[in-house]
């Protein structure tokens, strides 16, 4: 009888010494100091779960941080661990406050890299399911991590945190964002985030045109379809100050709703079945297309096999990893591809894709613009939508100038035309052929009619401009100039890349001019003065007008006597491909 009595007394303390695994601070060494993070493990934790990090905001702790956000209510159920770590950088970096993050090195990022290594060591936790949320200044070292450690964190979850580094979107592979905000925040406020929002939905290559829908006090705006089935959304909280809360709407709630579709994979993670993502989402003519599933198998099952599907063609069948198969030469047009997960039981699930392939992108016409000269924003490169540019929708707007494409041209009096309804992370290219090394100056014609309107230049992907702000000019046909420089180009082939950063801005044109003066080699050889060669002559626009057959010297004359109206156009020689612009008085 004491036997037993001291065997359950002894069962009871081990009863209570399991009941959670751990729930406190600790400590580890990393970058040469001894850093803090308080760790939750449930008592329910089995090997290979999900690791929640949370950071604090500036001079605020982790203890604020878990009173407010409730991680662990929701580890026990979810089975999770749970890390709050202790920011020091502040005081301690040399800066004004007390607590905070290191958002301009790799102290803060080797220390979340360093928890992730001891959470693997001692709960064995699945490192392709790490997922990172910070709120305030720990929401804009969220953003620092997607620059920093994307390949290490599975998905991202800032709260009240804007990008405070530069608003570069740059990271190591496509990753999900879900971004919850007050309205009323007067600390990071509210009126910057849609704009965030949508520079990380372009950089994934989400679908520009969100999903919108409200609930009981929040609205939801979410970014669909990006590369690996990436979704950037934006949950805004009416009224809410700058607080993590989940008083009203419940933040982590949402933040573990949207977490748990992703690993560091690509593609979204199941409870069970298959996923399908493709690379790229979108091809050029002839284009090659990676297929990539991803298996999820119920418990007790094991895989059978995976068939990929072209339509109802079977490409290949694999039944071990890699899941990925590869076509190769497909033609303009869409397809439809499918995976077919199989298990040891017989049961099937499916996972569809849609693909399309485009035309090559090309000059407008086939004429490349100028340089020197002017890039008129009607004449866009041809290749369609995703290839030439993106608009948010497929509709012209104007619908007299390139009718049956997305970008909105607006037609002036004049019978000019400029692009218009603009709105932001929309894009357009533009095939250039310079003419000599050169640095260029460049000015671009810009009107809007609202304020906070704004563009960027990119020659080559490299930015030739900052954001540009258009000033309100009273209407969309008042055209301002902005000017900058482009810094040395190579003679030859570039694209110009405009960008537009905020709602609605008309822009008619971006006129370049080289900065030295430059004279023409070998002109009496590629036209020769004597004889007569035979020319397409173009608009400066780039469309097609006739064919003449003149010496060099005579085409403006020619052109004027077959009745041409006066103004400048592009003469390109048919024996050398080489193109002049011609002024017609």
Known sequence: MKRTFILLIAALFSVVATAAKFNGLKSIQTGGKNRQYFLYVPDCLTDNRPLIIS????????????????????????????????????????MGFDTGWDLDGMSDVNFMLDIIEEM???????ETRVYLSGFSLGGAFTYYMINKAADKIAAFGPISG?????????????????????????????????????????????????????????????????DCETEVVLYSVNGRDHEPSNNGFNTSKALWTFFQQYTTGCGKYASTGVSLSLSPNIGEAPATVTLTAQATLPEGTSLKSIEFYQGDKLIETVTSEPFEVTVEDLEIGKYEFSAVMTDSKGKSYTAKKSF???????????VASMLPGAVEMENYDEGGEGMAYHDSDDQNEGKSYRKNEGV?????????????WTKAG???????????????????????????????????????????????SGDWKTFREYTGKTGELEKGKHILKVSIEADYVNIDK???????????????????????????????QGVYVKTITVRENAIADRLKNIGFNAGAYIARTKQNERSRIVIVE
């Not at 604090?56 to 580890?75: I, L």
């Not at 693997?120 to 699945?126: E, F, M, R, T």
């Open 55 to 94: 950071c604090h905001g500036m001079n605020q702790d982790y203890n604020y941080q878990k009173q407010q956000t409730q991680w662990p209510s929701f580890a026990d159920t979810a089975n999770f661990v749970v890390v709050y770590p202790v920011g020091i950088a502040g005081k301690a970096w040399g």
């Open 120 to 126: 693997k060591k001692s709960y064995n936790i699945d």
């Open 162 to 226: 804007y990008n405070l580094m530069g608003g570069s979107t740059a990271s190591s592979r496509p990753v999900p964002i879900c971004h919850v905000h007050g309205t009323a925040d007067g600390t990071m406020p509210y009126s910057g985030i849609k704009d965030n929002m949508k520079k990380y939905a372009q950089a994934m290559k989400c679908n520009m045109t969100p999903v919108e829908k409200t609930g009981n006090g929040y609205s939801e705006q979410r970014y669909t379809d990006g």
């Open 356 to 366: 399309e392939v485009k035309a090559p992108q090309a000059p407008y016409n086939g």
């Open 408 to 420: 909105d041209i607006e037609e002036f009096e004049t019978g000019e035309y400029a692009i218009g």
């Open 426 to 472: 929309e894009w357009l290219e533009y095939t250039l052929e310079v003419k000599y090394d050169d640095e260029y100056t460049w000015t671009a014609y810009a009107a809007s009619g609202s304020d906070g309107s704004s563009f960027k230049l990119y020659i080559d992907e490299k930015a030739i401009s900052e954001a540009i702000s258009v000033k309100n």
């Open 510 to 540: 971006v006129e370049f001019k080289a900065v030295n003066e430059h004279q023409d080699v070998g002109v009496s050889e590629i036209f020769a003065q004597d004889a007569e060669l035979e020319f397409d002559i173009y608009t400066m």
